[in-house]
């Protein structure tokens, strides 16, 4: 169990949050890194700093004021499970932290993942996954060697990482990699795309829902003309100056048009609108583009059992998730739940595509309350059923769900966002047992 700590109380770090913008954030860009070629170049710098975007703004709460434990136990304690080389262990992980979004390696090992959400998934081999607040993955792993694995719950912002230990024997250590360097948010992040218009293919086709390498997936188009995309995580990295919103001569750059968004409730609550939300479920998450080996992406998943209702659609919704960084505002279509907005309503047993777009500049992972729902991708009938699903930056995610009758909680499971005022209910009626 993965989990995030602090010795200060939650209701201080919020009231900090709410006090300024990025108040945890010790790792932004400097002068120095400029003139030393780190980071963005200063045309970067400057355009984002007209949009009071921040791009080293990936966690709100990080490092500076957590610890990050594994079954309760910190990264010095060295919480270790025993193996005999040779087996086959199955191992759950399950992010209960309040606001951290980690990144899970066990360097030497592959993982193969065999469920998500608790939820059997046809087995897929990788070396790293993203794991949101709430999430859960179970992989098998086979060690054979004699020898120490670190598992590594690494912070999405690199501000920190829990650690724990694989042994044959207790007491044994493996070497524990150091941080990597801490990722930049890009124009994708934003809604706006730059590879899908400068050509370069690659994370753009595979975010577009080009087939993944994924044996499984019918209708693979294997005669196209184009280089295939770099395997998920295996991306080359992105060229320095390369993510500036002047390389896209003639677009509209509105960041906050109402028109793209007609449902929200514009207000000093929303920052922002993304202009092209894209479909990121074939993206591996923030900071995890160009590691160097293969990373889990929600496009991988498919389900082992047939979906127990196969039926299409009978409607859709669009939920904006909406918010403002700097005030620490977070919200459904432009609404804070103390607002007491209508809550979104459902006939029982309906089948309905609820796509979430995320108009911020962070990821969200949201849950909802009393179902599974189906991640919309191939192939039809067996789509991985969870109950939270991570929503990118500038990234939309679509499920189906048949509505079960009752008062459904939805909401960020980043507590912070959470009592900020991402919250909401679904609604759906009648009751079970109780008359249409
Ligand atoms: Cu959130």
């Not at 993955?137 to 990482?161: C, F, K, L, N």
């Not at 949201?366 to 109950?387: D, N, S, T, Y």
């Amino acid at each position: 169990m993965l989990a995030d700590f602090s010795f200060l109380h939650p209701h201080r770090i919020f009231q900090k949050l709410k006090q300024q913008g990025g108040v945890f954030n010790y790792q932004k860009q400097t002068i120095a890194g400029l003139l030393a070629g780190k980071d963005q170049t200063l045309r970067e710098r400057i355009e984002w700093a007209k949009m009071l975007m921040d791009p080293t703004d990936i966690s709100d709460v990080t490092g500076a004021v957590l610890k990050f434990l594994v079954n309760g136990h910190g990264p010095n304690e060295n919480w270790t499970a025993l193996f005999k080389p040779g087996e086959r262990v199955r191992l759950r992980f399950i992010n209960a932290a309040a606001q951290m979004i980690f990144n899970v390696r066990i360097p030497g090992l592959r993982m193969t993942v065999v469920a998500a959400d608790g939820q059997n998934v046809r087995p897929v081999e990788v070396d790293e996954f993203q794991i949101g607040n709430a999430e859960t993955y179970d992989v098998i792993v086979q060690p054979t060697e004699d020898r120490a694995y670190t598992i590594v719950s690494e912070a999405v912002d690199r501000s920190g990482m829990g650690r724990a230990t694989l042994a044959p024997r207790p007491g044994m250590t493996a070497p524990v990699p150091a941080l990597r360097e801490r990722p930049l948010a890009t124009m994708k992040d934003m809604g706006m795309d730059m590879s899908a218009h400068a050509g370069r293919g690659g994370a753009a086709a595979a975010a577009a829902g080009a087939p993944m390498g994924h044996g499984n997936m019918p209708g693979m188009d294997h005669g196209g003309a184009a280089a295939p995309p770099a395997p998920p995580g295996m991306a080359p990295p992105r060229p320095r100056g390369s993510d500036v919103m002047a390389d896209m001569p003639g677009m509209d750059m509105n960041m906050r048009d109402p028109k793209n968004a007609p449902q929200v409730k514009m207000g000093p609550g929303v920052q922002m609108i993304s202009p092209m939300p894209m479909d990121r479920t074939g993206d591996p998450g923030q900071g995890l583009e160009s590691v160097g080996h293969r990373v889990l992406v929600y496009k991988d998943l498919v389900a082992l059992e047939p979906n127990p209702d196969a039926r299409p659609p009978e409607r859709a919704l669009e939920i904006r998730l909406t918010g403002n960084m700097e005030r620490f505002m977070w919200g459904f279509d432009g609404r804070k739940f103390s607002e007491k907005p209508p809550p979104y309503a459902f006939r029982r047993g309906e089948r309905v595509r609820v796509t979430l777009v995320n108009d911020t500049m962070m990821t969200h992972p949201i849950h909802l309350h009393g179902h599974f729902f189906e991640l919309v991708h191939a192939p039809v009938g067996q789509l991985p059923r969870k109950h939270t699903v991570n929503v990118l930056p500038g990234g939309k995610v679509s499920f189906d769900i048949t509505a079960e009758g009752g008062d459904w909680a939805f909401h960020c499971h980043m507590l912070y966002h959470m009592h900020g005022g991402m919250f909401q209910v679904f609604k759906v009626r009648p009751f079970e047992g109780e008359a249409a």
